[in-house]
């Protein structure tokens, strides 16, 4: 076996006496890439905690270059040789690009031009094409996560860790990052990658590590994997036969008309956009980037507003409706489930019973005078028990679950609130496998018991294992509409790109 760069060797971690990881063991090879994948909860950012200086281990070691270290904190971590990344970036919003790079490692006197310079002739290398003046609170998610990356390279950092690196690019985007990994891989770094895109962990890994409820399962090289491999390992059963399912040979029959949206426009990313949603159906809304998909739901829940003139006709239950604010729309029945969990799902530091009877304070504003913390606990506890959320108890706080159960957390909030119509953004992103399936089967009982659903997606078995019907978006509209029973993924990307 060649260098090991990083080991940790039995090393546990545990909050309030409950282990996150136990008996872990695990080795990094000098220039190699290591993916670690699985379940939400298994272990795989406690562990990467460990390494970074995030948080410190309850029992065990940690060895650089066979040295045993400590780090307690992120610096220390750095000027040890190991940096991460994030799956939420940690950038400074309010400075500008360039200084996010060289925060930290300023000289006693700085030359504004001379950093801005410097950055720009930095990120054209790794081909990055993000401005070193632009404001980081302005930037999308994707190249907030290229200054992230960029950061880590900077460091000269002889470990890089990335957590979903790739959950916010594009496909070109992808290809960038992923050539930038084989060259940090050529000039010797060794990289720690964490997905669950397992697609991409077996495209770039050298070696694969699974861990199953904060247990080391197997170590092998990726050669020696393939998906249902690695499924298997990560939960313990076979879901080759259940994540995505199999083709659709029946679809649910389409209800009564909730939703209508005629001739919407919002600014330049909604255009004319026409389309229905039904009782009782999976309706499910695929589209590229920029199409225009999240932007017309955003309008429908009152998320934001359409154009003020010409900005189109929204009928609920045939009656028209416009909210400049979600609360309304909340009331009449209409919940959103956003694609971004953390911005904008839930409160970090409240506990999973307070997010979840936030969302029922929600429904019932005007209505309810007094607060109640026995009715929030037994509220929550019904919740975390009916969507299986893992947690110690109801009292601990949603930043410390895995992205799995913060999902179901999000999703709880809004059926606290009984809607009748209810807007899945993205629903699995981030989440592994096994919550991967608990979410497809919630979404498939809303539907049966009579629920008007809508699940926008832009992963494709998913949207096609889901819907009874399926509309493709284009610059801001749809422009086809298929049954789930004459639908293949050549006539939908057709659709999307044409």
Not at 376 to 390: F, T
Not at 418 to 431: A, K, M, S, Y
Request: glycine share 8%; hydrophobic share 45%; with cysteine.
């Amino acid at each position: 076996m060649s260098t090991a760069i990083l080991e940790l060797r039995k090393s546990t971690k545990k909050y309030a006496g409950v282990p996150a990881i136990e008996d872990v063991d695990f080795t990094l090879i000098k220039g190699e890439i290591h993916a670690i994948v699985g379940e939400n909860g298994a272990g795989k950012s406690t562990l990467t905690k460990i390494m970074a200086g995030v948080v410190a281990l309850t029992s065990g070691e940690m060895l650089i270059e066979g040295k045993p270290v400590n780090p307690r904190t992120p610096n220390e971590a750095r000027e040890l040789g190991v940096a991460m990344v994030f799956q939420e970036n940690s950038l400074v919003p309010s400075m500008t690009v360039a200084q996010n790079l060289f925060l930290g490692q300023e000289k006693y006197f700085n030359r504004l031009r001379g950093i801005y310079i410097a950055a720009q002739q930095f990120l054209q290398s790794l081909n990055f094409d993000v401005a070193p003046t632009a404001t980081v609170s302005l930037l999308g998610a994707a190249k907030k996560q290229m200054v992230e990356i960029a950061r880590a390279v900077l460091h000269n950092a002889k470990v890089i860790i990335f957590d979903e690196p790739t959950a916010s690019l594009t496909p070109e985007e992808k290809k960038y990052f992923f050539d930038l990994v084989i060259e940090l891989k050529k000039r010797g770094v060794s990289i720690i990658f964490i997905s669950h895109a397992l697609e991409e962990a077996l495209f770039i890994a050298d070696r694969i590590t699974v861990l199953r409820d904060g247990k080391h399962v197997v170590t092998d090289d990726a050669a020696k994997f393939d998906r249902a491999r690695v499924v298997q390992a990560m939960v313990g059963r076979d879901l080759s036969q259940t994540l995505y399912g199999q083709r659709k040979t029946t679809v649910r029959p389409a209800g009564k008309r909730v939703l209508s949206v005629q001739n919407l426009r919002m600014a330049s990313m909604v255009k004319n956009n026409s389309l229905s949603v039904f009782a009782g159906q999976i309706t499910g809304v695929f589209g590229l980037v920029g199409a225009g998909r999240t932007e017309t739901f955003k309008v429908v829940a009152g998320v934001i507003k359409r154009d003020f003139f010409h900005g189109g006709e929204v009928l609920l239950h045939d009656k028209p409706v416009r909210y400049l604010v979600p609360a309304p729309a909340i009331r009449d029945g209409i919940a959103y489930i956003t694609e971004e969990r953390k911005l904008e799902g839930f409160f970090e530091t409240m506990s999973i019973s307070r997010n979840i009877y936030m969302g029922l304070l929600a429904k019932l504003r005007g209505k309810r005078k007094l607060v109640s913390n026995r009715e929030a606990s037994s509220v929550g506890e019904k919740w975390i028990k009916a969507l299986n959320i893992r947690a110690i108890s109801g009292d601990a706080k949603a930043v410390e679950l895995s992205g799995g159960n913060q999902q179901k957390v999000v999703i709880a909030k809004s059926l606290v609130q009984e809607p009748d119509l209810l807007i899945f953004d993205e629903p699995t992103r981030g989440v592994d496998v096994g919550a991967i399936t608990e979410i497809h089967r919630l979404i498939n009982d809303l539907a049966d018991s009579g629920k008007a659903v809508v699940v926008i997606s832009s992963y494709l078995p998913e949207v096609m294992a889901l819907s009874d019907r399926l509309l493709v978006c284009r610059q801001g509209k749809v422009v086809e509409e298929f049954s789930a029973l004459e639908a293949t993924e050549e006539k939908i990307m057709y659709a999307a790109i044409h």
